[in-house]
């Protein structure tokens, strides 16, 4: 008898949950999202669990779901026999957004006179407080080495609602420089530059893509080391390291890839505030940064919290 009434029980549950996905669903996701039937099935088991009977066919459920800040937002507007409901919600997995679809639909077809609020869904993988993160990049600086130079930079970041911090360091890859009036010769001097930098960063956030623009300020020597070629007489190479310092300005591109991942574009102009000169005796300067430069990265960028 006891079997009997089990297998009753199941079979109801069973036969609920088939009518349950009957709902008309519409689920737009990346690809990286579960798909359709993994949200019907969701739905239905939800809705199985439901006190009141529901007619699935009054349910119409219009998902849609894009990548924003390195999780996913959800625009989710429910038609159902309590009425018609519209929300975003935002967790940083897109699992997470399924099981909150699931649940408002279960809530929102109880009918009036019961908890029908639409609620956010719980991530535990979600701080609201800040977010870490470590870039790397790299690219060119134009003005600030001769020619141009390669440079490359590993950056750590805070990161709060409206606003980041950063800080890291960088080099940029040693380049010569030649006296223009001795085409026939060698004479000159090979300069890199080790540099310390940090900024704070408005951001501005326009749907899954950002774009922070920052200010700060950068420190750093500049090594000069002196070339003779073959000029007779000169034995000893002198090496000279100086101090390089600039106000960095300039906005940046973030776009997310997934999985905390960003790809990372900025476009800095450096306004010196110590500008390095290195000259050759009896030569003259030889090499003195322009007062403006211009540097461009490319990197990836990994946030946790």
Not at 28 to 46: G, N, Q, T
Request: aromatic share 8%; glycine share 10%; charged share 20%.
């Amino acid at each position: 008898m006891t079997t009997l009434f089990v297998a009753l029980v199941l079979l109801a549950i069973e036969t609920r949950v088939e009518a349950a996905g009957d709902a008309i669903i519409k689920w737009e996701a990346p690809d990286d999202c579960p798909d359709e039937e993994e949200v019907r099935k969701a739905v239905a088991l939800w809705l199985a669990q439901s006190v009141d009977v529901v007619d699935p066919g009054a349910i119409e459920v219009d998902a849609r779901v894009k990548t924003h800040n390195n999780g996913y937002l959800l625009e989710l507007s429910l038609e159902t026999p309590s009425g018609r409901i519209s929300q975003t919600l935002t967790a940083e997995r897109c699992a997470t957004l399924v099981d909150a679809v699931a649940l408002n639909v279960a809530l929102a077809a109880t009918g009036p006179g019961t908890r029908s609020e639409v609620l956010e869904p719980v991530d535990k993988h979600k701080s609201d407080k800040m977010r870490f993160g470590a870039r790397v990049s790299g690219g060119a600086a134009v003005k600030q080495l001769p020619g141009f130079a390669f440079t490359a930079a590993l950056v750590g970041s805070l990161e709060l609602k409206m606003w980041r911090v950063e800080a890291g360091f960088g080099y940029v890859a040693p380049r010569i420089a030649y006296y223009a009036g001795l085409p026939e010769t060698d004479i000159g001097v090979e300069l890199q530059l080790l540099f310390g930098t940090g900024c704070i960063c408005a951001r501005w956030v326009l749907n899954s893509v950002e774009i922070p623009t920052c200010i700060g300020v950068e420190l750093g020597l500049m090594r000069g080391k002196g070339r003779a070629g073959d000029q007779a007489g000169v034995e000893e190479t002198v090496i000279s390291d100086q101090l390089w310092g600039a106000l960095v300005l300039g906005p940046a591109l973030r776009v997310p890839l997934g999985n905390g991942f960003s790809a990372w574009v900025e476009a800095d102009a450096l306004i010196a505030l110590f500008r390095p000169e290195f000259q050759i005796r009896n030569l003259g300067t030889l090499y003195r940064p322009e007062a403006i430069a211009v540097r461009v990265l490319l990197g990836v960028e990994w946030q946790y919290r």
